[in-house]
């Protein structure tokens, strides 16, 4: 009797360093990897499909880097303070660091400023102030030049600014500055949040790309007969290019844009973050759509 309990006492010892064996490796090597960085993306829109190519950008670098991406959309189009809501809850919830497309900038700027997020926020598209870095465009220079594709078509008439962002200050900027280089040239330019329920224009110019998208998408469905000018880069507008629907737009790399934003949210974790050079952009017509510079721009091949 005694044997047998002697044989379960040491079978049970076996048994546990069997278990502490495989059990200890796995903790040791839990204890000693890097746990990722939560990181949240706000977008400025309902749906983020024109961000596509961005968002590729986003999630090679999240790869990279070692960072889990979450993407949030918004209610309504556009909407300021359910944004600003957003951020202080993605910050409150634990993510370790924050990009976003702001909705409205000067609202985004007071938070920031005033120490109402605790991570790092990193600004696409638009400046805000008070954040850990931007990725922008020049956005000034953007809109002159836009302006300047559509002088070399004008005949006559006024041309129609749609002002579909007004709280978004990059979005705002291209639009001041494509009217400012119209007026300069002797061309009236007409500020309006929407096209005319008639679809009476001649002349359109657009500034961000889901007003571009939507513009292009009613000039087709309605068979109006306006010249458009926007800006953009998706495979959805690029479409409406090579049909002719768009006469010009402004394209840059969003997949790059994208990358550049997680990486410098990333880094803002680590070390002061550091200033980037403006994207480069580039006004293009259907013509040059397959011309080799500017394949890997609007058709980026990833792995």
């Not at 977008?43 to 961000?51: A, C, L």
């Not at 000039?219 to 800006?231: I, R």
């Amino acid at each position: 009797m005694k044997r047998n309990r002697f044989e379960m006492v040491v079978l049970s010892f076996l048994g546990a360093l069997v278990i502490l064996s495989l059990v200890i490796p796995q903790l040791v090597r839990d204890e000693g990897r890097i746990q990722p960085l939560a990181l949240s993306v706000l977008f400025r829109d309902t749906e983020s499909s024109g961000w596509a190519i961005g968002r590729q950008g986003m999630e090679q670098a999240a790869d990279e880097l070692g960072a889990e991406l979450r993407f949030l959309n918004l209610t309504t189009q556009n909407d300021g303070e359910e944004q600003a809501e957003l951020l202080r809850r993605e910050a409150e919830g634990g993510a370790g660091a924050l990009v976003v497309i702001p909705a409205d900038s000067v609202a985004l700027s007071a938070i920031l400023i005033g120490g109402g997020v605790s991570c790092p926020v990193v600004a696409l598209e638009s400046p805000v102030a008070g954040g850990a870095g931007e990725v922008v465009l020049d956005n000034e220079q953007l809109g002159r030049r836009l302006a300047e594709a559509l002088l070399e078509d004008w005949t006559s008439g006024p041309v129609l600014l749609l002002d579909t962002a007004p709280g978004c200050a990059g979005v705002t900027a291209r639009l001041e500055a494509a009217g400012e280089a119209l007026e300069e040239a002797g061309v009236d330019a007409v500020r309006m949040e929407s096209l005319p329920e008639d679809g009476s224009a001649d002349w359109v110019m657009t500034f961000e790309r889901s007003a571009t998208l939507r513009t292009a998408e009613r000039k087709e469905a309605e068979g109006l007969s306006f010249a458009l000018y926007g800006v953009g880069g998706s495979t959805a507008i690029t479409a409406h290019l090579e049909r002719g629907t768009i006469s010009a737009m402004a394209a840059w790399s969003d997949y790059a844009a994208g990358y550049l934003a997680v990486r410098q949210a990333v880094e803002a974790t680590r070390e002061p973050g550091r200033e980037l050079e403006p994207l480069p952009f580039f006004i293009l017509r259907g013509e040059d759509i397959y011309a080799p510079e500017y394949q890997k721009l609007l058709f980026p091949v990833t792995s």
